[in-house]
């Protein structure tokens, strides 16, 4: 008997509630479009609507809600964030009873490393929990016969709200709110049990974990920044040195290498910028137009390094390509670089831009970076490995001709000092991906980070080493400076 009333109390209190709101059918109005928070509603799609009979209320488990509390959405709120969905109904059923929320179904505990509910044979449910009334006294309530209760997860990621690593004692009171000490927690919450010691359980309500990506001005984005300024200013060196050179000035091979490190220089500036601007002072515009930029030239300048591998196949084969060539065939991929950039510029990871969210570059909490950026380089690298690997079928079919002079001679050395610095240059980006992939799988920046940095800096020193000491046009340009 006590059971069967306990299930027919709501139908009886939302009835209540219905009468004593009639005449009050402009009070909807005033509340706006959307009569409560998306965190106090429950989908109802596939009620039972009780017609004309009540004036168009749904009973939806054993509780009558208004027509007044039910409003359709064409959105949901996923970890904060408002995202379009399939029109459906929802109704403010905390409105009629006092919300109380769980993570996870009963036998089952959150686990806050790991980020999902996970089975324990000793959790305990969920049908009871300690309760304070209006008055003081605390008791052992029944939820379900009190409140709604909802099993669900409010965002992805939850976490603890402790002091000094200790878990705090949250009180449950009959209005559905949860109070330490004159401190009210957020809506956005859900209990888990807590095993504290090795025999006692605690309901701890979980908040939701900042998705929001902080910016962080520290040590490694300082020593990241120098790094990048030490390549830059060696990439101007090696440009400087091919202006001057007046055998590199005119010819494929010369532009290119002008036009790559120019692309370098200016890539890397950028990517210095946004790492020590905080994304919050940058406009919305800038946030979106510098990260395509950067992309852009460094995406471009591997490409560049495929034409000089295209080039260098070609030179074996007796076919001469001027500068003029170079521009008529850099061109339309520049163009296609272009329209690439502002189309991951506009573009959305989930409800998300890909820049212009949390942070003005690639957000390291997703694979985007891999998509959009690491995978066009590889692309440029498989196609500059395949052209090297022609290129060293065809010089084996050919006999060395041991001459300074000779042409021959001048493209394998152009050969084998642009292949010294294509081969740093791939094992570089290969740790900054291998930096990535790990710092994804933790969840964290790593000490490897230091790396990328050392890497950053020694891009420089092997096109330094390899486009200028190892390039024997260029040794001898430096020797009649020297010489005069």
């Known amino acids: 008997m006590l059971s069967t009333t306990t299930q027919l109390w709501p139908l009886v209190s939302g009835l209540m509630w219905l009468v004593s709101q009639r005449g009050t059918c402009g009070s909807y109005h005033e509340e706006g479009r959307y009569p409560c928070a998306f965190i106090d509603t429950v989908n109802i799609t596939g009620s039972y609507s009780l ?6 209320s749904y009973i939806h488990n054993w509780t009558v809600i208004p027509r007044e509390l039910v409003t359709p959405y064409d959105f949901v709120i996923e970890n904060g964030i408002r995202i379009p969905a399939t029109r459906h109904l929802r109704a403010c ?22 980020h999902r509910c996970e089975d324990h044979p000793n959790a305990p449910g969920h049908s ?17 016969s009190w409140f709604s209760v909802h099993v669900e997860l409010p965002c992805d990621h939850m976490r603890a709200v402790t002091r000094d690593s200790d878990y705090l004692h949250w009180t449950l ?53 120098i790094c990048l300024l030490i390549c830059i200013i060696s990439m101007l060196i090696v440009l400087t040195v091919h202006l001057m050179c007046s055998d590199m000035r005119n010819s494929f091979y010369g532009v290119a290498i002008k036009a790559y490190t120019f692309c370098v220089i200016v890539g890397y500036a950028m990517l210095a910028h946004l790492t020590l601007h905080d994304p919050a002072n940058l ?59 502002f189309f991951v ?16 570059w ?45 042409f021959d001679y001048l493209e394998r050395n152009r050969l084998e000092s642009f292949w010294k610095f294509f081969s740093y240059t791939a094992i570089i980006w290969f740790v900054f991906v291998c930096s990535f992939a790990f710092n994804y799988y933790r969840g964290e920046k790593s000490h490897l980070n230091y790396a990328v940095c050392l890497c950053t800096a020694f891009h420089g020193f092997a096109a330094l080493y390899a486009l200028i000491g190892k390039n024997q046009q260029i040794q001898n340009f430096l020797r009649r400076i020297e010489n005069k």
Request: glycine fraction near 6%; charged fraction near 15%; proline fraction near 4%.
């Open 283 to 341: 406009s919305t515009v800038a946030c979106r137009i510098l990260p395509s930029f950067t992309l852009l030239f460094l995406v471009l300048s591997f490409y560049i390094l495929s034409f000089i591998s295209f080039k260098l196949y070609l030179s074996f084969n007796g076919v001469v390509l001027t500068k003029l060539m170079f521009w008529l065939i850099l061109g339309p991929i520049v163009l296609i670089a272009i329209g690439w950039s």
């Open 173 to 225: 009171h009959e209005n559905g709110s949860i109070i330490h000490r004159e401190h009210l927690f957020t809506k956005h919450y859900c209990f888990t049990p807590v095993l504290i010691g090795n025999s006692t359980w605690s309901w701890q309500p979980l908040a939701c974990a900042p998705e929001k990506l902080h910016f962080v001005l520290g040590v490694r984005e300082w020593t990241y920044a």
């Open 51 to 56: 017609g004309s009979t009540l004036n168009g």
């Open 362 to 406: 690639f957000d390291p909490r997703n694979w985007t970076v891999m998509a959009y950026f690491f995978a066009p380089i590889f692309i440029a690298c498989a196609i500059s490995t395949f052209f090297y690997i022609l290129t060293l079928i065809r010089i084996s079919e050919e006999p060395y001709i041991d001459s300074e002079k000779s």
């Open 93 to 114: 059923v905390c409105r009629l009873r006092p919300c109380v929320r769980f993570c996870c179904a009963a036998g089952q505990l959150y686990h806050l490393e790991r």
């Open 345 to 360: 510029g506009f573009s959305y990871h989930g409800a998300k831009l890909v820049f212009g969210g949390d942070t003005c």
């Open 128 to 144: 009871h929990m300690a309760m304070e009334l209006h008055n003081g006294t605390q008791l052992q309530q029944e939820l379900r």
